[in-house]
């Protein structure tokens, strides 16, 4: 079975394309901090990471009761599914899978819905809760803030839950973290593992109101942040973001990629708002092409299960230059290949 995740081989690489992290971290300070504290491993973390806990509530200016930890933000999707079993959700796609398989086992009723259908769903579907990410996962779409705030104010029983995991990799405006005061019926789930590129280490969280944290936090599992995972969380919250780290440069590449491959000519790349995108296959199958690539040491995401149509998809996150370089060699490569 293919992860869903796409980051899917653990063996050497050139370039990995599949996972949507930030390439370019400088980590060395991080490893050398907690290389200093792994004689903590030998006790059990905190029960509920309350000082990792504490550093998230100053830094988004709220109280420690107004969010929750969690061993990525994956498991605290599978959290609110399960706080909320048997629900009717609407699901916006096309989306990260997880969404649907956390409500599925928890008994949900499950409607799939086209992000420009999502008003005419809600009448017709009346549902509890509404599932979106954005950033989007995959296509890097963002939505319209406004256009959501409309949303949640004219549905105020209908719990929104806005995935934000990829909040750092767009330059276009989201929803802050106090959005919660406005609005008692949104979820906002964050990841600090993408922009600081650790998702070994699983560090993911929830904010929301006190009632809704309350009730999420009656399904959490104790001990559920490691050691390791709290004290790197606290450390890259308490510093000043590496100076590596440039989005509109990013932005400006992946730009130049897109064009490049979309003047392959077998390869339609789909508009995106952040560094990782879609790309259509016009011929051949995309796990063929992904086992093609990773015989040259390159890996991508299928992503063919993501889209409701039956087009053939990839996923791809920009790299360094030289990187998608190669990546672009490999797919010309590709192409004639298909046209012998």
């Given amino acids: 079975m293919t992860n869903q995740h796409g980051d899917d081989y653990q063996g050497t690489l050139n370039a990995n394309f599949s996972s949507n992290i930030w390439y370019g971290a400088d980590n060395t300070k991080l490893y050398h901090h907690l290389s200093r504290l792994l004689i903590k491993t030998t006790r059990y973390p905190e029960m509920e990471a309350e000082s990792l806990k504490a550093v998230l509530a100053e830094t988004c200016k709220l109280k420690s009761d107004q969010l929750s930890t969690g061993n990525g933000s994956i498991e605290i999707i599978y959290r609110i599914a399960q706080a909320y079993r048997g629900r009717k959700s609407i699901i916006v796609t096309p989306s990260f899978s997880e969404y649907s398989k956390a409500c599925t086992v928890n008994g949900h009723e499950i409607k799939l819905c086209h992000r420009e259908d999502l008003l005419i769903e809600i009448e017709r579907f009346k549902p509890d809760l509404v599932w979106l990410c954005n950033p989007n996962n995959p296509d890097g779409y963002?939505?319209?803030?406004?256009?959501?705030?409309?949303?949640?104010?004219?549905?105020?029983?209908?719990?929104?839950?806005?995935?934000?995991?990829?909040?750092?990799?767009?330059?276009?405006?989201?929803?802050?973290?106090?959005?919660?005061?406005?609005?008692?019926?949104?979820?906002?789930?964050?990841?600090?593992?993408?922009?600081?590129?650790?998702?070994?280490?699983?560090?993911?969280?929830?904010?929301?109101?006190?009632?809704?944290?309350?009730?999420?936090?009656?399904?959490?599992?104790?001990?559920?942040?490691?050691?390791?995972?709290?004290?790197?969380?606290?450390?890259?919250?308490?510093?000043?973001?590496?100076?590596?780290?440039?989005?509109?440069?990013?932005?400006?590449?992946?730009?130049?990629?897109?064009?490049?491959?979309?003047?392959?000519?077998?390869?339609?790349?789909?508009?995106?708002?952040?560094?990782?995108?879609?790309?259509?296959?016009?011929?051949?199958?995309?796990?063929d092409l992904k086992d093609f690539?990773?015989?040259?040491?390159?890996?991508?995401?299928?992503?063919?299960?993501?889209?409701?149509?039956?087009?053939?998809?990839?996923?791809?996150?920009?790299l360094s230059i030289d990187q998608n370089n190669l990546l672009i060699d490999k797919l010309k490569t590709w192409a004639q290949h298909l046209s012998i």
Avoid at 144 to 150: A, F, M, P, S
Avoid at 298 to 315: K, P, S, V
Wanted: aromatic share 12%; net charge positive; glycine share 4%.
């Fill in 142 to 287: 963002c939505f319209d803030i406004h256009e959501l705030q409309v949303a949640f104010y004219t549905y105020p029983l209908i719990t929104f839950i806005v995935d934000q995991s990829f909040i750092d990799f767009t330059l276009k405006e989201t929803l802050t973290a106090t959005s919660i005061h406005e609005f008692p019926n949104l979820i906002l789930l964050y990841s600090l593992t993408k922009r600081y590129t650790i998702p070994g280490l699983r560090i993911g969280y929830v904010i929301a109101s006190e009632t809704i944290i309350r009730q999420l936090d009656r399904y959490k599992i104790p001990w559920s942040v490691n050691t390791m995972a709290i004290e790197a969380g606290k450390y890259i919250l308490t510093r000043k973001k590496d100076n590596l780290f440039n989005l509109k440069a990013w932005l400006n590449e992946t730009i130049r990629f897109q064009q490049e491959i979309n003047r392959i000519g077998i390869f339609e790349t789909v508009s995106t708002q952040t560094p990782f995108f879609l790309v259509k296959l016009l011929k051949g199958k995309a796990a």
């Fill in 293 to 318: 690539l990773l015989k040259e040491g390159i890996l991508i995401r299928d992503a063919t299960n993501f889209h409701d149509h039956e087009a053939e998809m990839i996923r791809l996150n920009t």
